[in-house]
């Protein structure tokens, strides 16, 4: 298995440019969820999906849009990317029934 | 307002040193507090689970306690390649989302 895996690892993007941040896993995980970490703070949650078809809101969801067509791949997608948007993005996933959650690798983001 | 914070930011110790790491946390009412090992440029990596107070888990030279405000992460006898941060985060009953705290960066030198 390959786990939770992120493309691109690296990414630089201009101000009010749009990019999708990719996301799979291999696991037949249900839960899937998005966060952002920043220097100094812990990882805050994004948005997050219990199922095909099924999206919600986390803790920094502005300027984010996310969709779940498949059990495999949630995509986030930058809208118009803002400096403030510079950051190390992490996708997770989830068993049904369990806590824990197994995290890909990351997308480090600069925002110019 | 749930919430989780961690100290010290930053630990150093001498390899052998024991020490521990502290997570207090806010929640209306606790499912599980998690602790996760995160090396630099990669994503965290579950340890431990804890559920009630009283509970403890161990792993190699880690050990995870939990009461009913604070958890610590008991480090025995560390080793250099114990040196990364360790998130503590929970999560709380009748809901998904997951609260992290802001992490310990441990470095172990020889």
């Known amino acids: 298995n390959a786990g939770v895996t992120q493309t691109p690892k690296f990414q630089v993007l201009k101000t009010g440019q749009s990019m999708t941040l990719q996301c799979a896993q291999d696991?037949?995980?249900?839960?899937m969820s998005w966060y952002r970490q920043d220097p100094g703070m812990g990882l805050r949650l994004i948005h997050y999906s219990v199922g095909a078809g099924i999206t919600d809101q986390g803790e920094v969801p502005n300027g984010y849009n996310v969709s779940r067509s498949t059990t495999e791949d949630f995509p986030l997608r930058l809208l118009s990317a803002a400096p403030s948007q510079t950051s190390v993005y992490f996708c997770a996933s989830q068993d049904r029934g369990q806590e824990t959650q197994y995290f890909g690798p990351g997308t480090r983001l600069l925002v110019l | 307002e749930d919430q989780v914070t961690q100290s010290p930011e930053a630990l150093r110790l001498q390899e052998g040193e024991s020490s521990s790491l502290n997570c207090s946390y806010t929640v209306s009412g606790l499912r599980g507090l998690f602790w996760y090992r995160q090396d630099p440029g990669k994503g965290p990596e579950f340890l431990f689970t804890l559920y009630s107070a009283g509970e403890e888990k161990e792993k190699e030279r880690l050990k995870a306690t939990l009461t009913k405000k604070e958890s610590f992460l008991h480090i025995t006898a560390p080793k250099p390649e114990d040196s990364a941060t360790y998130l503590c985060a929970v999560q709380a009953t009748g809901g998904f989302k997951t609260i992290f705290g802001a992490g310990t960066r441990l470095f172990v030198k020889a």
């Open positions: 696991m037949n995980h249900e839960y």
